[in-house]
T-cell receptor, first 115, second 112 residues
Framework: DQQVKQNSPSLSVQEGRISILNCDYTNSMFDYFLWYKKYPAEGPTFLISISSIKDKNEDGRFTVFLNKSAKHLSLHIVPSQPGDSAVYFCAASPNSGGSNYKLTFGKGTLLTVNP | KAGVTQTPRYLIKTRGQQVTLSCSPISGHRSVSWYQQTPGQGLQFLFEYFSETQRNKGNFPGRFSGRQFSNSRSEMNVSTLELGDSALYLC???????????FGQGTRLTVV
């Protein structure tokens, strides 16, 4: 039972364009959502997060949108750069750092940004 | 500020052996979580420790265990290794009251 789903295994975009990575979840108890970027043979790097009380959070070129009624979130990268090429993971948690803390990850989307 | 440090980076073990992996969290972070990454299953939660107590556990057999020390450093142990235990094992630390986990570079375990 996959509670966090990233339905696109890969995405290819041109440098300078927008990259949109999507994520769906099924567990209504999820309260906090995060995006991570991962290069091969390295640990995931935290990018940006959003609480369920918000519908948008922005940090530089990265914006995360949350549609709670649709149980859907997306990560927008504008403009995309070749260095953004990596696997992107969506993750969700039932609360913010409480006793039930754990991250449930999607299976990732490989983003390739072509020069 | 130093990041999360995991040792060793690479490990090769034989089926049936046991292994211990080590993790030093970011200074001031008291929560340490462990994850297993495999090509087929993605990143899966193993367990989480806070103040030397296991607070949460994923769906892994009892061969997988862990502990946390008073300085927040953590170890995980896998006994009676199986070929399917070959994976990247990732440790992450989190500040009290926060959800953002910061990961180490992982330990690549190969069971032959």
């Amino acid at each position: 039972d996959q509670q966090v789903k990233q339905n696109s295994p890969s995405l290819s975009v041109q440098e300078g364009r927008i990259s949109i990575l999507n994520c769906d979840y099924t567990n209504s108890m999820f309260d906090y959502f995060l995006w991570y970027k991962k290069y091969p043979a390295e640990g995931p790097t935290f990018l940006i997060s959003i609480s369920s009380i918000k519908d948008k959070n922005e940090d530089g070129r990265f914006t995360v949108f949350l549609n709670k009624s649709a149980k859907h979130l997306s990560l927008h990268i504008v403009p995309s750069q070749p260095g953004d090429s990596a696997v992107y993971f969506c993750a969700a948690s039932p609360n913010s750092g409480g006793s039930n803390y754990k991250l449930t990850f999607g299976k990732g989307t490989l983003l390739t940004v072509n020069p | 500020k130093a990041g999360v440090t995991q040792t060793p980076r690479y490990l090769i073990k034989t089926r049936g052996q046991q292994v211990t992996l080590s993790c030093s969290p970011i200074s001031g972070h008291r929560s340490v979580s462990w994850y297993q990454q495999t090509p087929g299953q993605g990143l899966q939660f193993l367990f989480e420790y806070f103040s030397e107590t296991q607070r949460n556990k994923g769906n892994f057999p009892g061969r997988f265990s862990g502990r946390q020390f008073s300085n927040s450093r953590s170890e995980m142990n896998v006994s009676t290794l199986e070929l399917g235990d070959s994976a990247l094992y990732l440790c992450a630390s989190t500040r009290v009251g926060r959800t953002e986990a910061f990961f180490g570079q992982g330990t690549r375990l190969t069971v032959v």
